[in-house]
Antibody, heavy 126, light 107 residues
Framework: EVQLVESGGGLVQPGGSLRLSCAAS????????MSWVRQVPGKGLELVAN????????YYVDSVKGRFTISRDNAKQSLYLQMNKLRVEDTSVYYC???????????????????WGQGTLVTVSS | EIVLTQSPGTLSLSPGERATLSCRAS???????LAWYQQKPGQAPRLLIY???MRATGIADRFSGSGSGTDFTLTISRLEPEDFAVYYC????????FGPGTKVDIK
């Protein structure tokens, strides 16, 4: 059974940092792209970042570029999101998700998310 | 960027009724790469449909997807009590875009 379990969320002040983790099990983690998707409670979904199988290719939504870093440790079957210079507008539930990818006509990564973790809440507030 | 519009915003139905949810794209979705997700309160989204009409693993056959180009539909043939939730569409023909969601609630 595929399982994704996030941890590391919490309350942080604006400008602060937080590191999210996602522990994966039940599938061959090192052979899949992985993603972080966030959701303001009661609102819609937004892709934050993607990472390829060996960590050599990464994608970020414009609003987090230069502040967030996605990484993975295949030996530990874990995905991470280092979040620096946090803003109030980063407040969301952050989900770890497995990406079934393809490259669109412009050569950009795309795909759908076939498994999701339960999410971890990040609150940025003074 | 492809913008997705979902209608209606809220659908109020009774168990046993048929639900028809619409997802419209601002431009044609390449290869009909459209997915549908279900999200219940306090839970993560769950993949229902990908490739416009392919049911994901373990998804009941009362859920079906159809459509092409810019107009897509998710149909729930007979609503079960556990189907009352929010449904999101997502296109992945060009980058990633999610729709704003349709809430299916109990009438």
């Amino acid at each position: 059974e595929v399982q994704l379990v996030e941890s590391g969320g919490g309350l942080v002040q604006p400008g602060g940092s937080l590191r999210l983790s996602c522990a994966a099990s039940g599938f061959s983690f090192s052979t899949y792209w992985m993603s972080w998707v966030r959701q303001v409670p009661g609102k819609g979904l937004e892709l934050v970042a993607n990472i390829n199988e060996d960590g050599s290719e990464k994608y970020y939504v414009d609003s987090v570029k230069g502040r967030f870093t996605i990484s993975r440790d295949n030996a530990k079957q874990s995905l991470y999101l280092q979040m620096n210079k946090l803003r109030v507008e980063d407040t969301s539930v952050y989900y770890c998700a497995r990406l079934r990818y393809w490259y669109d006509s412009s050569g950009s990564i795309s795909g759908y998310f076939d498994y999701w973790g339960q999410g971890t809440l990040v609150t940025v507030s003074s | 960027e492809i913008v997705l519009t979902q209608s209606p915003g809220t659908l109020s139905l009774s168990p046993g009724e048929r639900a028809t949810l619409s997802c419209r794209a601002s431009q044609s979705v390449s290869s009909n790469y459209l997915a549908w997700y279900q999200q219940k309160p306090g839970q993560a989204p769950r993949l229902l449909i990908y490739g416009a009409f392919m049911r994901a693993t373990g998804i009941a056959d009362r859920f079906s997807g159809s459509g092409s180009g810019t107009d897509f539909t998710l149909t729930i043939s007979r609503l079960e009590p556990e189907d009352f939730a929010v449904y999101y569409c997502q296109q992945y023909g060009s980058s990633f875009t999610f729709g704003p969601g349709t809430k299916v609630d109990i009438k």
